[in-house]
């Protein structure tokens, strides 16, 4: 295996680790364990951290170690700002062009209001939905800006062991809307729609905090 699929394997593994928040916020990252977990060298090791670095989801403190990357109050509302800015503008522009094959399955998901959800099938899904819009748009640096903040934002929920049924069914009525109206191509609507339901998850993710 070459040193660069030895340094993507170590980045996929412990970035994987690091959204499900096995391993938790502000906790140590022991280069030697992680060798022997991943049966690797230093090197690729060393280039996936400094890879998740600058993605924010590992802090190198030198002579102290390096760590996962804290979650503040500050760190949920700018994620949420942007989410605010960007994700109804993702949905006007995913509009014209998302493949409503791929959005089958959801619908069947979000149409049923009495299906239940734990905690990780309600992250793993409602990420999958929006990933699906964000690579719609048609614009690879606004999908790349999105993904990237879908996984802070994953980390966010699962730390905040968002279980709040309420909001559950308000997101699903949510999701099962903009879907009908990317089924119907009608633009404003979705925009509106999506508008809404960051607006929405803002309020419960603070309220949780």
Same mark, same amino acid.
């Given at each position: 295996? #070459?040193?660069?699929?030895?340094?993507?394997? !170590?980045?996929? $593994?412990?970035?994987?680790?690091?959204?499900?928040?096995?391993?938790?916020?502000?906790?140590?990252?022991?280069?030697? *364990?992680?060798?022997?977990?991943?049966?690797?060298?230093?090197?690729? $090791?060393?280039?996936?951290? #400094?890879?998740?670095?600058?993605?924010?989801?590992? /802090?190198?403190? =030198? &002579?102290?170690?390096?760590?996962?990357?804290?979650? /503040?109050?500050?760190?949920?509302?700018?994620?949420?700002?942007?989410? *605010? +800015?960007?994700?109804?503008?993702?949905?006007?522009?995913?509009? =014209?062009?998302?493949?409503?094959?791929?959005?089958?399955?959801?619908?069947?998901?979000? +149409?049923?209001?009495?299906? %239940?959800?734990?905690?990780? *099938?309600?992250?793993?899904?409602?990420?999958?939905?929006?990933?699906?819009? !964000?690579?719609?748009?048609?614009?690879?640096?606004? +999908?790349? /800006?999105?993904?990237?903040?879908?996984?802070?934002? #994953?980390? $966010?929920?699962?730390?905040? %062991?968002? %279980?709040? &049924? +309420?909001?559950?069914?308000? !997101?699903?009525?949510?999701?099962?809307?903009? $879907?009908?109206?990317?089924?119907?191509?009608?633009?404003?609507?979705?925009?509106?729609?999506?508008?809404?339901?960051?607006?929405?998850?803002?309020?419960? !993710?603070?309220?949780?905090?």
């Amino acid at each position: 295996m #070459s040193k660069k699929s030895l340094r993507d394997q !170590a980045y996929e $593994i412990i970035k994987n680790k690091i959204i499900n928040c096995e391993l938790v916020p502000g906790s140590p990252l022991i280069e030697k *364990e992680l060798m022997e977990e991943i049966r690797s060298s230093r090197t690729p $090791i060393r280039e996936a951290l #400094s890879k998740l670095e600058h993605e924010n989801l590992v /802090t190198i403190y =030198p &002579k102290r170690g390096i760590f996962v990357t804290n979650i /503040t109050i500050k760190d949920i509302i700018d994620i949420y700002t942007v989410r *605010e +800015a960007v994700e109804p503008l993702a949905a006007r522009l995913a509009t =014209p062009h998302i493949d409503l094959s791929q959005l089958d399955p959801y619908l069947q998901i979000y +149409a049923d209001p009495n299906r %239940k959800f734990d905690l990780e *099938e309600h992250i793993r899904t409602d990420r999958e939905f929006h990933s699906i819009i !964000a690579n719609s748009t048609e614009n690879l640096y606004l +999908a790349q /800006t999105l993904l990237k903040i879908y996984d802070q934002n #994953s980390r $966010i929920r699962i730390m905040s %062991k968002l %279980k709040v &049924k +309420a909001r559950h069914n308000e !997101a699903r009525q949510e999701h099962y809307e903009l $879907i009908k109206a990317f089924m119907d191509r009608d633009v404003e609507k979705a925009e509106m729609i999506m508008k809404e339901h960051i607006a929405n998850g803002k309020k419960t !993710a603070m309220k949780i905090v």
